[in-house]
């Protein structure tokens, strides 16, 4: 079982619609939780952390469920400047240094 | 406020020869510094990170070895390419002492091993 998993996607949504992804980790002991966005071509740049308490920036909702091993990414009223792909990432406890980035959901917004 | 360079941005190299990129980071001292390969259509495999002058950890075995020669200075480096080293090469740092999740990545270099 790969230590971060994330469903490849695409996920193709009209603009102003709502999506959701999720993204499981195996390490029950994993300790912090981030989204990251990649652009086509681009480096992954910080979208938000994910805290156990959830949190929300704007149009843009991370929940973490430690029971489950999982953490998810909503997006309200979608823009076309959504389009990219979405990295979940999880730092082990265990590493000093490790990162574990997922491969990526693919979101693509049409008009 | 912080910066981080990476070049090239693109690159053609014939198989066998050899590779040097080079990442800096301005603005902090003390950083942790990544090299991450990104296949086209995957996920980051970490390469190599340092937590400081000369410390080096990799994470995978391969045909590849890096250098930190000055607190801000990130090399990587091949003796001889191998197709399978294409990929998008990309560059991080996250500070020392701080969530290391946080990361800034370098604008990458597109390596093609023809």
């Known amino acids: 079982r790969k230590e971060v998993e994330q469903d490849p996607g695409p996920f193709n949504v009209p603009e102003g619609a709502t999506v959701a992804f999720n993204c499981t980790y195996s390490?029950?002991?994993?300790?912090?939780f981030f989204w990251y966005r990649q652009d086509c071509r681009k480096e992954p740049k910080l979208l938000m952390s994910?805290?156990?308490s959830g949190n929300e920036d704007g149009r843009f909702t991370a929940q973490l469920n430690r029971a489950s091993q999982y953490i998810s990414l909503l997006i309200r009223d979608s823009k076309l400047s959504d389009s990219a792909t979405y990295l979940c990432?999880?730092?082990?406890?265990?590493?000093?240094?490790?990162?574990?980035f997922g491969s990526g959901t693919r979101l693509s917004i049409r008009p | 406020s912080q910066t981080i360079h990476q070049w090239p941005a693109t690159l053609v190299q014939p198989v066998g020869s050899p590779l040097s990129l080079e990442c800096t980071v301005e603005?902090?001292?003390?950083?942790?510094l990544y090299w991450y390969r990104q296949a086209a259509g995957r996920g980051l495999q970490l390469l190599f990170y340092?937590?400081?002058?000369?410390?080096i950890s990799s994470e995978v075995p391969q045909n590849l070895s890096a250098s930190r020669p000055q607190d801000r200075q990130f090399i990587l480096s091949s003796k001889k390419l191998l197709l399978s080293d294409s990929g998008f090469y990309l560059c991080?740092?996250?500070?020392?002492?701080?969530?290391?999740?946080?990361?800034?990545f370098g604008a990458g270099t597109r390596l093609s091993v023809l």
């Open positions: 991080a740092w996250a500070r020392g002492g701080g969530d290391r999740g946080i990361q800034y």
């Open positions: 340092s937590v400081g002058i000369g410390q």
């Open positions: 390490n029950s002991a994993s300790q912090s």
């Open positions: 994910v805290y156990s």
């Open positions: 603005g902090t001292s003390n950083p942790n």
């Open positions: 990432v999880v730092t082990p406890y265990s590493s000093a240094s490790k990162i574990i």
